[in-house]
């Protein structure tokens, strides 16, 4: 990757040379594995299409990788999280503390189970649920904390494991855009009680469909998810139902696929890591934006995000520039509609840092996909953005 110049030049976006934010090639080169396992398992003599020996054989192998006690695959990250929740006990009369800002899951899959979200205040570098914050908005009938990795950097972990601790509480770590990702040599997904994935398509390690996982070091957590996912049914006796489940299965074409990909996890994630850290050593320090935190523990390059103070002027250059981005939450969630009557339930201090994150945000490509060529190309377009800017 070439070394930026000091004097960024304006780049001319040619008509259908763009950079892309989400890479339309993703699986062009697992194509004909793709197609072959659609053929073997769609014509397979036992027609097992869900919960079959290949779900069960990427189950274990994500569960080596980690050196977790249990992995559990399901349909999406949203209903890994909600399984959690349900498996950890957390019901009616019960708060968990959340972010205020991300997405909205954080704040629905608490009101599934009965409980009720208690929106906190993010740090203002990290993006990330504040403890310290968070540990203001505890009451009585707090059950548990549920910090969010967010967009490249994992939440303080080692702080929040403490602040449970101290306080007899749960810790749900919504890791689902972190996978690979490990702090103080903790892979995301291990520090709580529980933690998850989402392989939807854009994440990390995406996959052509929905999917997610549940990862926990606590096998009757595992067990209890495993059963909560298929009908509450065990697995072994089938039509026997031991709890109130839910159908949250995962299907066999998926896990044969993502168990062949998993072999390139790691280099699609180091050029990840590779691509955040030339735009960071580019773009840090130039005036009116706000870099990531450098460094590369507790780092997931799930997307690059900048704080922009004109966010929308900086945007509509990118895309002249023929620069895709993405906004991913232009409100907190207390002021969504839809959680907008729970926060008025519970006034509480203000969320300042989590406003200024929905006000300011602006994501980057930072897929695997991109070439060194594209990367200058977005790496240019903003630091001649922010240069004009400052003159």
């Known amino acids: 990757m070439t070394t930026t110049s000091d004097r ?6 040619a008509p259908g040379d763009r950079v892309p934010f989400f890479p339309p090639d993703l699986f062009h080169e697992d194509r004909d594995t793709l197609l072959r396992l659609l053929y ?9 299409f869900i919960l079959g020996d290949r779900t069960r054989r990427f189950e274990d192998a994500l569960r080596e990788r980690l050196g977790a006690a249990d992995v559990v695959a399901c349909s999406s990250g949203t209903s890994a999280l909600q399984l959690v929740l349900t498996a950890l006990g957390i019901g009616a009369g019960d708060e968990v503390v959340v972010p205020a800002f ?3 899951p954080l704040a629905a899959a608490v009101l599934h189970t009965g409980a009720v979200p208690v929106f906190g205040d993010i740090d203002p570098r990290t993006l990330t649920l504040d403890p310290a914050d968070a540990e203001t908005r505890l009451t009585g009938r707090t059950k548990a904390l549920m910090p969010a990795h967010m967009f490249s950097v994992m939440a303080d972990m080692p702080r929040f494991t403490a602040l449970a601790a101290e306080h007899g509480l749960r810790l749900v770590e919504d890791s689902a855009v972190a996978q690979g ?6 892979p995301a997904g291990l520090w709580g009680d529980a933690g ?9 390690f995406g996959m052509p469909g929905e999917g997610g996982a549940v990862v926990t070091r606590d096998e009757e957590t595992g067990r209890t998810v495993r059963m909560l996912r298929n009908h509450g049914q065990d697995g072994v006796h089938r039509f026997l139902h031991h709890r109130i489940g839910v159908n949250s299965r995962f299907d066999e074409i998926q896990a044969a696929f993502q168990l062949h990909r998993l072999a390139g996890l790691d280099a699609r994630l180091e050029r990840r890591a590779r ?3 030339h735009y960071t050593e580019h773009l840090a320090g130039l005036p ?3 870099t990531p935190p450098p460094g590369t523990d507790g780092r997931c390059y799930y997307v690059y995000t900048l704080l922009a103070d004109d966010r929308d002027a900086l945007r509509d250059h990118l895309s002249a520039a023929g620069v895709d981005t993405h906004v991913y939450y232009p409100r907190t969630l207390p002021e969504q509609t839809a959680f907008a ?8 201090p203000g969320l300042p840092h989590a406003a200024d994150a929905a006000r300011r945000h602006l994501s980057l490509p930072v897929h695997h996909r991109l070439t060194d060529t594209q990367v200058e190309r977005v790496t240019d377009a903003v630091r001649a953005h922010a240069l004009r800017t400052r003159r």
């Open 8 to 13: 960024p030049t304006e780049p001319t976006a």
């Open 40 to 48: 073997e398992i769609g014509t397979g003599a036992d027609q097992k």
């Open 102 to 104: 991300g997405c909205a």
């Open 181 to 186: 990702a490990v702090l103080d040599g903790t």
């Open 196 to 204: 998850l994935y989402s392989f939807v398509q854009v994440k990390s």
């Open 275 to 277: 691509i955040a850290a």
């Open 288 to 290: 009116g934006l706000t």
């Open 341 to 348: 009557p729970v926060a008025a339930a519970r006034p509480g």
